[in-house]
């Protein structure tokens, strides 16, 4: 019977908890530069929301996930994604620079060199004129990010990107 009770414990818990229906998501690039990539990424989001996926010149790829109150979720191969470029440009010059170094000229540099390159992460965040949030994460060639975030979803998006791996 104490197992009974503490297993109905367990799921009432569970099905109290948060109302928002999460679904993993996989980001994956098959080639860049013409170079197999298999590898894939996994992200939770909120359940109903509109996929968009963009390809850049060189096989680069964003997929953009949009949801019904305007927040924007990206994960993306590119540079920098389009969705927070203004943002990250209003940190200022050295901010902006350092964040849109290319990895493959580091890489390149360092090989040169005679050392290795360890990719690095930059967290970028802050908050726009109409009082939305965004941010964006550079973990060595991708990024993760959001735009429009209100405060009160502001912990939920942060935990999204929290997710990604």
Same mark, same amino acid.
């Given at each position: 019977?104490?197992n009974k009770i503490s297993l109905f414990l367990i799921a009432f818990? /569970?099905?109290? @908890?948060?109302?928002?229906?999460? *679904?993993? !998501?996989?980001?994956?690039? $098959? &080639? ?20 968009? /996926?963009?390809? @850049?010149?060189?096989?680069?790829? *964003?997929? !953009?996930?949009?949801?019904? $109150? &305007? ?29 849109? *170094? ?27 004129s109409n009082g939305l949030y965004w941010k964006d994460i550079r ?27």
């Amino acid at each position: 019977m104490k197992n009974k009770i503490s297993l109905f414990l367990i799921a009432f818990l /569970t099905s109290c @908890g948060s109302s928002v229906a999460i *679904e993993t !998501v996989q980001y994956r690039r $098959d &080639s860049k530069n013409g170079q197999s990539n298999k590898e894939k990424k996994l992200l939770d989001i909120p359940k109903k929301y509109k996929l968009q /996926t963009f390809v @850049g010149g060189h096989g680069e790829k *964003e997929q !953009v996930y949009t949801f019904s $109150d &305007s927040v924007k979720v990206y994960v993306t191969d590119l540079p920098v994604s389009m969705l927070n470029y203004n943002n990250i440009l209003s940190l200022g010059d050295s901010v902006a620079n350092k964040r849109f *170094e290319g990895t493959e000229l580091k890489a390149a540099v360092a090989k040169a060199l005679g050392q290795s390159y360890v990719l690095e992460t930059l967290i970028l965040q802050g908050k726009t004129s109409n009082g939305l949030y965004w941010k964006d994460i550079r973990m060595g060639d991708v990024s993760i990010g959001y735009v429009n975030v209100p405060l009160s979803k502001k912990e939920q998006f942060d935990s999204v990107l929290s997710s990604f791996r």
